[in-house]
């Protein structure tokens, strides 16, 4: 008898939000962690990206509200690279962010969006991230406003963008 | 024209769920169409089931996409004005299942009306779609009795059939697909107890149930059947698995009331490979005719047993049920052209 198995692998979800039909740098950088994420040995990955229209404010709410109603298993960690994503719940989850649609406002009527759209949108973001067990931010000034925005703490990690040093600490950071 | 195919989705999990959305997509992909794939997750579970549907209820793709094809459910909730649903099986324990030990809910006042709320849910989604195909009769049965959905059959082609050939027929029996209670890899090892030809038998795919994998290994070793059964308990690639059609013998799949004739069938039959399933194995009957392209027999050792011999001791025979098997795929129309052209009308 021949009895071959292969073990369990520690499963890794990359997710992300992005349009249909358009060109968005969001997915191919997710494609590119997920490959480097199989690379590393006893992970797999793959990248799970849910649409999502940016330039349509009356419909943040809804696809915010949209991610925090879905649920995912057979996940051991998510990691997730932008907003509304991220609002997806999960217990382990890692939030990896390069920007997000109401950091840096400090006027609630900023770029004429409603103050209750902010609100809601606030609240959502307070209740996700302060339960995600790490939260990055790819620029000082996007860790700042993140810290302004919802109150969260977050620790810089940049997209390394070809850099192979900073590519190993970003995947050793995000499976950490 | 730019088309979306939404499905539902569990992470990390490959079959027959994904494969029809993927080759969809490299089939409308390679016609000149747009496509955008969008897999959702969904968790199964009467806790959450309405939530997570409501959460596919917002999407709007309405001006994102010309065509929405919706296949796994729910995504046949999804709102689009062009909704075509490929709809590949129910929830099965709220429906003909619901008198099953899986019933997730208890049968009383508040069960019922949660089965009855989902009911009214499917039933509303699909009555949104200008069209609704099903992989089989089996589930266009359902859809008529359960939901008054009068569903098309389009049958599920595989991605390059080209790649699956004859290159001959060795002694093997090979049964390639997830390893899983319900597709009963148990019987056919147990049957190998009864065989009385040279006759072997190998079973290749991997599982999530590890108990069931020891199961298969304990009866192996039990019965000390290790120089004529192979477990292959591993994913095994695309070129690999064309490899293992190629040379077999015969082909088997026979799973415990399934919705479709399922993948594995189609392969053997592109590799001109005789079938062997079950009498209990649902849509596989739709494809499989008893002593024309395979054999059906009772999910019983005994029967698969006298099966497996004769597959082993009629070579010529199996060799023609093999051609034949060929030949059912054009009856039946399972051919991409035939696909597209419907979802796309």
Redesign the interface.
Known sequence: MSVTGAPSKRKVLVTLSRPLFAPDPSVRFADELALRLNAVEGVESEVMALPFRPSEEERLLDDAALCGLLRTLNVDRMVALNFPAYLLPFADKVVWLDAHPFAGETDPTAEGRPLQIRRMIRAADIEALSRSPRLFCATERLRQAMAQWCGVDAALLARPEGDERRWSRAIAALLA | M?V?ICSSF????HGGGRFIVEWLEQTLAARGH?V?R??????PGPE?MF??M??YR????AE??DRLIAIRPPAHVIRHPNKVVWFIHHFREYYDMWDSPDRPVPDDEAGRAVRDRLVEADTAGLAEARAVFTNSQVVAGRLARYNGVDGEVLYPPIFAPERFTCAGHDDEVVYVCRVEPHKQQHLFVQAMVHVASGVRLRLCG?GLNAPY?ERL?AL??DHG???R???????IGEDEKAEVFSRCLAAIYAPHDEDSYGYPSLEASHSSKAILTTTDSGGVLELVQDGVNGWVVEPEPRAIAQALDALYRDRARTIAMGSAARERLGALRIDWDHVVARLLA
């Open positions: 730019d979306a569990m992470p990390f999990v747009r955008e969008v897999y959702l997750p969904y968790v959450t939530s997570q409501t959460a917002m999407l709007d793709l994102s996409a991997t994998l290994r192996v070793r059947l290790e120089d059964v192979t477990l292959d308990l591993r994913w």
